[in-house]
């Protein structure tokens, strides 16, 4: 078959490169709508095709084991099935490379950000969706590209190996999707992106739970004005002024800060403040074999609608956006030996964002799945393993191109039990571990021998601390 009359047929296919796995997700309805928006349709026939390409960087991600060649097999692969005799290497080497610099990062981000729009948790605290917001760094190649546009942070010895991205996530608790997420320079704020996440998507059906490195005042004053709850975790430096005892460890406190006001309002290119105050709720409690009381500030202020205790327990779940990235950076993303180890492989910075918001896309497409088939099996998200059901998607994509629709519907059942298969056998406790790390290089505590097996139950831990005295 002539190479012309091969890459008219990859053309004409190429929406197939998206397997038949995600098809109920309308995923090459979305792709078709980002590229709409986005002015990025290919205006020529070319075996890339724009929703091929778009694929191929969300594929990059799935199979981040392989080499982008690879990855481009296992996608011609599926393809074959309507062109019988498609070489495996249907294209130059340097054709994916310049098709994906003609697509730019654009397309992905509004990708990104229409599927997310479909993630809408239930009602799971007392009528309440609850969110998890947190910061992670990314790594990627070192070229001078690279470093300019993320920086490369500052390390013990020097700087670090490699030029890092800062992400910040807003995370769905319940079914760890990723419903916003924001990517720049790892200078970036954290304080910021959450602040631009929260009053685009969140309202007053919403509570979001924040670590210690997020409250401000100007945070705690947003939420008010949106009437988003929140629960976050207050560090030494806040002072609380004691207002009325609620009951052990629970009070009425008034914290008081500063807002910066906008540039405009400056004088003289010196910055100005306004002073803001505002009562809230304060949770003390304690953690055995713990010095320091933890405590968690809140604007729930009713204590009868919302026990201290019941509070303490839900802010665990904060937990879940620590998991989102482990399941992203450790499992979803891993590089095989003798590969570069860095999230992304990318060494120019559109293509780093590319990439990145590629990676969003395929962990929440996988996300939906296990969503999907626990709710069909009446299991709670939380039980399905994700290492599990990502090698479940991973050996059926392969599957179903030019198939009926009986064998469709027929393997869409399949998946979605093979899927529900992956239950974990228990539940997972509320265990509390030991801060240590096996090399000693950070901040924490080296791990000895009596660090061994050292998991303990958080709900056996906790106590709420005593009164606190009015001020």
């Known amino acids: 078959m002539k190479r012309s009359t091969i890459h008219g047929l990859m053309a004409r296919v190429s929406p197939q490169a998206v397997p038949y796995v995600f098809a109920n997700q309308g995923v090459t309805k979305a792709i078709r709508g980002a590229l709409t928006k986005t002015g990025k349709h290919s205006k020529k026939k070319c075996p890339l095709n724009a929703i091929l390409v778009v694929w191929l960087v969300v594929s990059m991600n799935l199979y981040r084991s392989l080499s982008v060649p690879d990855v481009l097999k296992e996608i011609t692969k599926r393809l074959r099935k309507k062109v019988p005799r498609l070489s495996l290497k249907p294209v130059t080497k340097e054709a994916p490379v310049k098709a994906r610099k003609r697509l730019g990062s654009v397309p992905l981000k509004t990708l990104f950000e229409d599927l997310a729009e479909r993630v809408d948790p239930q009602l799971s605290f007392r009528g309440l969706r609850t969110w998890g917001v947190d910061g992670v760094r990314f790594t990627m190649p070192d070229t001078p590209e690279n470093e300019e546009a993320f920086g490369r942070p500052k390390a013990s010895r020097g700087t670090s190996a490699f030029p890092q991205m800062l992400g910040v996530a807003l995370v769905d608790t319940v079914s760890r999707q990723i419903r916003a997420a924001e990517l720049g320079h790892h200078k ?6 959450c602040l631009r996440m929260m009053k685009k998507h969140l309202g007053a059906w919403d509570l979001l739970l924040l670590d210690r490195g997020f409250p401000s005042i100007e ?12 629960l976050a975790k207050l560090n030494s430096r806040w002072k609380p002024k004691t207002i009325r005892r609620l009951g052990k460890g629970d009070s009425l406190v008034r914290v008081s800060g500063k807002i910066l006001l906008p540039e405009d309002q400056w004088k003289s290119g010196r ?22 009381p933890v405590r968690l500030i809140t604007n729930l ?27 992203v950076k450790t499992h979803l993303v891993a590089t095989s030996g003798g590969s570069l180890d860095t999230t992304f492989r990318s060494k120019f910075p559109d293509r780093v ?18 969503v999907e088939a626990a709710a069909v099996h009446h299991l709670d998200p939380e039980r399905i393993s994700f290492v599990e059901a990502l090698h479940v998607i991973r050996m059926a994509s392969r599957d179903l191109v030019g198939a009926d629709a009986r064998a469709k519907r027929r393997f869409t059942r ?32 080296l791990k000895r021998k009596h660090h061994r097996g050292e998991t303990r139950n958080f709900l056996d831990l906790i106590s709420l601390c005593g009164y606190r005295r009015a001020a």
Not at 188 to 193: C, W
Not at 271 to 292: P, S
Not at 353 to 370: D, F, H, K, S, T
């Open 188 to 193: 970036g704020s954290e304080r910021a992106a």
């Open 219 to 230: 945070i705690f004053e947003a939420c008010d004005q949106q009437g988003v709850k929140f």
């Open 271 to 292: 910055r100005k403040f306004r002073k803001d105050e505002l009562i809230l709720r304060l949770i003390e409690f304690r953690v055995r074999g713990k010095k320091k």
């Open 301 to 327: 202020l009713d204590h009868k609608q919302y026990p201290a205790i019941e509070l303490v327990t839900l802010y665990h779940e904060r937990w879940e956006c620590e998991l989102v990235y482990d399941e």
């Open 353 to 370: 964002l590319q990439e990145a918001y590629g990676l969003l896309v395929a962990y929440n497409l996988v996300r939906e799945l296990i």
């Open 414 to 445: 399949q998946l979605l039990d093979d899927i529900a298969d992956c239950k974990l056998s228990r539940s997972r406790r509320n265990r509390s571990y030991p801060r240590v790390v096996r090399i000693k290089m950070t901040k924490f505590k």
